[in-house]
């Protein structure tokens, strides 16, 4: 989420459960995990609540596979693979490469 956000993102009281928010001491990551209630569509959901974090200019982060729905700008690809050369902590990840090496020898 932004480093001003001021509320959580609404959802659709009608399909969620339960929601728990939690965070990372000092890096501005906020975590939201939702149960959604029996039918409901979890694609849907999940989509729902990324274009709901885009809308107040947050991002989904780039773990848990969410990453590869982003490109990662030029610095912070460069950043990802001097710290991991092999390519093995998240591959694909902001648009990355899924190849060994990202793809060099």
Not at 13 to 38: I, Q, T
Request: glycine letters at 10%; one cysteine or more; charged letters at 25%.
């Amino acid at each position: 989420l932004p480093k001003n956000e001021t509320g959580i993102p609404d959802m659709d009281v009608d399909k969620v459960a339960l929601r728990m928010r939690y965070s990372h001491f000092g890096c501005n990551v906020v975590h939201e995990d939702v149960c959604v209630k029996p039918g409901v569509d979890v694609d849907q959901i999940h989509h729902d609540l990324k274009h709901a974090v885009e809308a107040i200019s947050g991002r989904l982060p780039a773990e848990h596979g969410h990453g590869v729905e982003y490109e990662a700008p030029a610095d912070t690809k460069a950043r990802w693979q001097a710290m991991d050369p092999l390519n093995i902590f998240n591959p694909g990840i902001g648009g990355t490469s899924m190849a060994k090496r990202y793809g060099g020898k």
